[in-house]
């Protein structure tokens, strides 16, 4: 069993920046794809940015250029670097953590607020 907690969410004002981590437990961490997903009020969940255990990431169109997310098995941590955040980009950001048919953990959430 894996348990992911985020952490790193808040209230900035927009272009301003924010770091989100997510600490894992367990052994298996280096056989997970990590993702950052998040849900705004009224929408559905979406994914943000990814990191799959083989090294490659991927992320959504709306995030290219000014997300970064990165991985450290060794500390079993994955971190989303956000940059010139916009008010859309306000939602509750979960952790992921899956390798797939086997297991989907998510973490509890945290809250970014993007607004002046």
């Known amino acids: 069993q894996v348990q992911l907690v985020e952490s790193g969410g808040g209230l900035v004002q927009p272009g301003g920046s924010l770091r989100l981590s997510c600490a894992a437990s367990?052994?298996?961490?280096?056989?997970?794809?990590m993702g950052w997903y998040r849900q705004a009020p009224g929408k559905e969940r979406e994914l943000v940015a990814a990191?799959?255990?083989?090294?490659?990431?991927n992320y959504a169109d709306s995030v290219k250029g000014r997300f970064t997310i990165s991985r450290e098995n060794a500390k079993k941590a994955v971190a989303l670097q956000m940059n010139n955040l916009k008010p859309e980009d306000t939602a509750v950001y979960y952790c992921?953590?899956?390798?797939?048919?086997?297991?989907?953990?998510w973490g509890q959430g945290t809250q970014v607020t993007v607004s002046s």
């Open positions: 992921n953590g899956r390798v797939a048919g086997l297991y989907d953990f």
């Open positions: 367990g052994s298996i961490f280096r056989r997970l794809d």
């Open positions: 990191a799959t255990s083989g090294g490659s990431t």
